[in-house]
């Protein structure tokens, strides 16, 4: 498995925007791709967004469309979450996340083996 360390995240207002970075710590690992999931309690944990590393294709969950944005460095192996017009629902722990997913499961838990701690986002007036 590969280490990841997450910054970012805390507390905002609605409407406001947050920024989340992401980098593997451990090279020795090929990634095939670095993504983002949320979770709240009592709920899966659901994707937000990915980046295929092979040809830089994006991936977001129709929830976010258009307000988060996620790119990356492939030399770095990082990744940073753009999260613009936040609201209450985008409350959760966040989740980076890497592996080497086929094209059906980059978008579910399922195509990733590496996970990093989680780092709260806090969407509240």
């Known amino acids: 498995q590969v280490r990841l360390v997450e910054t970012g995240g805390g507390s905002v207002q609605p409407g406001g925007s947050l920024r989340l970075s992401c980098a593997a710590a451990?090279?020795?690992?090929?990634?095939?791709?670095m993504g983002w999931f949320r979770q709240v309690p009592g709920n899966e944990r659901e994707f937000v967004a990915s980046l295929r590393w092979n040809g830089g294709r994006s991936y977001y969950a129709d929830s976010v469309k258009g307000r988060f944005s996620i790119s990356g460095d492939r030399a770095s192996r990082a990744i940073w979450l753009q999260m613009n017009s936040l609201k209450p629902e985008d409350t959760a722990v966040y989740y980076c996340?890497?592996?080497?997913?086929?094209?059906?499961?980059?978008?579910?838990?399922?195509?990733?083996?590496?996970w990093g701690q989680g780092t709260q986002v806090t969407v509240s007036s």
């Open positions: 451990d090279s020795a690992f090929e990634i095939g791709a």
């Open positions: 996340a890497s592996g080497r997913p086929i094209l059906s499961t980059i978008t579910t838990t399922r195509g990733y083996t590496s």
